[in-house]
């Protein structure tokens, strides 16, 4: 078992000072500690954006990829070697604008991975245009008279789209993400996280002072179970009203690894490739 | 055997009249009595209605294109007399149902009419209207001579498992067929299929069918592709063969999820392949080059199709060949090779598995429409030569591992995730142990060890073209992909003409293809695309320049009746 400061490497983090993402590198680490995860039983993949920093920070075996490509890397790394705990960062631009489709469908398909999205309702990256996150009317860059554009709910569109497990925490309460990633991780099936991100230099509509006046956590008696309830509960935003927790919940649902046969048994890169005889083949043709 | 001497049938009719699987069955007929066959089909892109059209083309010897006459022509509908009356030789027939009434005034007097109550025969037996095409078979083998038993065979396989019910039908149909023109055209009856002595076992394969066996043999782990014509029948070989040969074919939403979920699987240590054409390859670029930077194993398989766009999507072209070598930002090794028939996609795939882990990037098989929808009959390949490559690969925990160290080759120790040896694959510039990097002398030396591999690549693996026909020639033709099929049909009339195939496509054979195009007295690049996508690449890895260009981008063949033209015209004959 690695220490959570073993996991330093020797890049050392140059996210914004203040930055949310360096509550959700801390929380990372002390989760991988506490689970035990390391090169041997995990891979971590990113996207491009200010999430995909995490990996040089962070000392498990990973694939930075493309912008919004995050989760079909994670989900083929999953299918050839379901052994393998897989967890994929994006953000908001990264997953709901440029890969908005694999989000979709791979929340559709219950995968056994794991999608954290730092959302910070900005491009910070590209310093400062809206996102598919960022609220109606907000002054971007590239949005100088106000935003026109809608946002997505990414919590409520995984629970449509079919994921088993959607939850929603904030960069700034360290103990609770710590217990949402755990969740995740530990459920079977496509695991969806929201994670609530401050960005201090580009977002100033959703700040620490805004998220701390209008989060609330879910009571213990909140039951995730119910789709209707938890989609209702996704969609509370606003004034007070923004709610953390495990929105949704579904257990014993055969993840995509499990409807593999043979492979579900036995991961198929346990198989050395060999030269097979499709003499057999041939035969079908003459 | 001069092309005229090919003996050419023709089926066609409405999409969902079972036109393919009957010229396949005729096919079938032919090889199994002995004969060689090319079978070549015309669809367009309707799944009902529209006119479908397949041929076979049958000699005692080997043949590998398609030709523009017809000896029989089969039609299950007037619009097939309309369309390829004007194809058929002199004492040629056209075979079509006696009580259609089809209009037969524009046909030819040197062209037979043969009418068999092709529905009216199906019914008596018991079948329904679609089983004319099967009375129609069994017409035609009688017609051309051959063994009915074949054709009885064929349907006991066809249908014994999935429908017992139908064997005897269908049997009956073929049956009635053959007896109808044994006891009315006993006259027209000529020896094309009788069967010959002991004839050896062919198989009737096309391009589709042989990368998917080929991938097999290889020791394939993983394949993901997203249909599109015409690779989608690669998906269909391999779909129900996972279990059976291990692997895994995985449906994903788009080909941009393609390629990055074959990146994340190659990178998780599993053989990985992915099929697409032009423009599926269009959606793939972003993550060409992620396997690229990250030096990801990975073997691309783009079925090209008429393009730009939609473009004719049913018909073929070669005009994908500088996308392959261009498209993607940036610099990175990318192998690209090109089969010119199904059995150079079977050899090719294999060896693409091999580069692809051995120099650690992506390795891109060429091929077309045209070698991918038409069937050729070979005899079994023989592979036993292949030895699985996996390059410098490891699954042991290593002490002070570093993927990207450098090396003399430029290729590093590779080792998949999870098993300890921690590494990031980046897609920034990284240095040896994958972090993000962005100095200059790192980026220098990245760089470099990356193209490094591919001059030990072109030294060690990029064979030199192929040759056919005599050494010295009046005209050397240059040439890739499917034309090499019709280019060795044309070469059969001629003693004076050679012909330089090119498979090795990147890195470029650059010496020996400019040692031999120095010694040709006159050139002709024959290609399917409207700007001789291969031309230039001559022409700027070798300063060759070939003046006389036979294009051809209207998604139909070069039929071997073309090229010998144009050798004609050049010979000045």
Wanted: net charge negative.
């Amino acid at each position: 078992m690695m220490k959570a400061e073993e996991y330093n490497t020797k890049i050392k983090p140059n996210f914004c000072p203040g930055c949310g993402d360096f509550g959700i590198w801390l929380a990372l680490k002390n989760v991988a500690s506490q689970l035990g995860l390391d090169s041997s039983n995990t891979a971590l993949i990113a996207g491009i954006g200010c999430h995909g920093h995490i990996l040089n920070f962070t000392k498990i075996n990973s694939i930075e990829g493309l912008h919004g490509r995050p989760v079909p890397v994670a989900t083929g790394i999953k299918l050839v070697n379901p052994r393998l705990n897989v967890i994929a960062f994006s953000g908001d631009g990264d997953c709901l604008g440029e890969g908005g489709n694999h989000f979709i469908h791979s929340c559709r398909r219950n995968h056994d991975i794991n999608l954290f999205i730092h959302d910070n309702a900005i491009y910070g990256l590209t310093t400062g245009q809206t996102s598919p996150r960022t609220p109606h009317g907000m002054v971007t860059k590239s949005t100088p008279e106000g935003n026109k554009d809608v946002p997505l709910n990414p919590a409520a569109m995984a629970i449509t789209a079919g994921a088993t497990f959607v939850a929603r925490t904030f960069c700034l309460e360290p103990k609770h993400m710590e217990e949402i990633f755990t969740k995740a991780i530990k459920h079977k099936g496509m695991s969806v996280v929201q994670i609530l991100q401050t960005c201090i230099t580009f977002n100033k509509e959703y700040t620490l002072d805004f998220y701390r006046e209008n989060v609330y956590k879910l009571p213990d008696d909140y039951d995730p179970s119910d789709k209707v309830k938890a989609l209702k509960k996704a969609m509370e935003w606003g004034e007070k009203n923004i709610p953390l927790g495990v929105l949704y919940e579904e257990k014993g649902k055969p993840s995509y690894e499990d409807q593999l046969i043979d492979i579900s048994k036995k991961p198929i890169v346990d198989t050395e490739p060999v030269v097979k005889d499709v003499t057999e083949l041939f035969k079908a043709h003459v | 055997m001069p092309i005229s001497s090919l003996f050419t049938l023709k089926i066609g009719g409405e999409a969902g009249q079972g036109i393919k699987s009957a010229g396949l069955l005729f096919g079938k007929v032919a090889t199994r009595s002995g004969y060689w066959i090319f079978n070549y089909t015309e669809y367009p892109s309707l799944v009902r209605g529209g006119h479908n059209m397949m041929q076979t083309t049958i000699s005692s010897e080997e043949v590998t294109a398609p030709t523009l006459h017809t000896n029989l022509l089969i039609a299950l509908n007037q619009e097939t007399i309309d369309l390829h009356h004007h194809e058929i030789s002199d004492g040629g027939a056209i075979l079509f149902d006696k009580d259609k009434n089809f209009d037969t005034s524009k046909v030819k007097t040197t062209v037979n009419i043969i009418e068999v109550p092709l529905v009216a025969l199906a019914k008596k037996v018991g079948g329904m209207e679609l089983m004319s095409n099967t009375v129609a078979l069994g017409a035609s083998v009688a017609l051309l001579a051959g063994d009915i038993k074949h054709l009885r065979n064929m349907v006991e396989e066809e249908f014994g498992k999935k429908k017992p019910a139908m064997v005897k039908i269908n049997q009956d149909a073929a049956q009635a067929g053959f007896d109808y023109i044994v006891k009315n055209y006993s006259q027209d009856i000529q020896q094309v299929i009788k069967p010959r002595e002991n004839p050896e076992p062919k198989m009737i394969v096309n391009a589709n069918e042989t990368t998917a066996m080929g991938a097999i043999a290889a020791g394939m782990q993983f394949y993901c592709a997203y249909p599109m014509t015409p690779a989608t029948n690669i998906i269909h070989n391999l779909a129900p063969l996972q279990q059976k040969y291990g692997f895994i074919y995985k449906q994903p939403e788009d080909e941009i999820a393609s390629i990055n979920m074959a990146i994340g699987a190659a990178n998780a240590g599993a053989r990985s392949m992915v099929g697409t054409s032009g423009g599926g390859f269009c959606l793939m670029a972003e993550g060409y080059g992620l396997a690229g930077i990250t030096e990801t194993p990975l073997v691309i398989v783009n079925a090209m199709r008429s393009g730009p766009a939609t473009g004719l999507p049913t018909w073929s072209e070669q005009s994908d060949l500088l996308m392959a070598l261009y498209s993607h930002q940036g610099d990175f090794p990318r192998i690209v090779l090109a089969a010119g028939d199904p059995e150079e996609a079977f050899y090719l795939t294999m060896k693409a598995f091999n580069l692809a882990e051995k120099y650690q990037t992506t390795v891109l098989l060429l091929t077309d429409k045209l070698i991918c929808e038409n069937d050729q009959s070979y005899h079994f390949f023989d592979y036993k030569d292949f030895v699985l490559n996996r390059g410098k690969y490891t699954i042991k925990k290593q002490d002070n591992y570093n993927r990207y160290e450098l090396t003399d080759d430029g290729i590093s120790l590779r080792s998949p995730l999870g098993v300890g040896n921690f590494f990031i694959a980046n897609s920034d510039e990284h240095d040896a142990e994958g972090f993000s990097n962005e100095g200059i002398e790192n980026r220098n030396q990245q760089m470099a060890k990356r193209m490094k591999k591919m001059e030990i690549c072109k030294k060690e693996d990029m064979d030199g073209p192929t040759l056919f026909g005599p050494e010295e020639a009046e005209i050397t033709l240059v040439s890739w992909g499917s034309n090499k099929g019709s280019i060795l049909q044309a070469l059969k009339e001629f003693d004076n003409v050679n012909y330089l195939h090119l498979t090795m496509i990147n890195p470029f054979p650059v010496e020996q293809v400019a040692e031999r195009l120095k010694k040709a007295k006159y050139l002709i690049n024959v290609e399917q695309n409207f700007t001789a996508h291969m031309s230039k690449i001559i022409k700027q890895t070798t300063g060759i320049e070939i003046l006389d260009n036979l294009l051809k981008y209207d998604g139909r063949p070069i039929y071997p009746e073309e090229i010998i033209s144009k050798i004609n015209q050049v010979l000045g004959r």
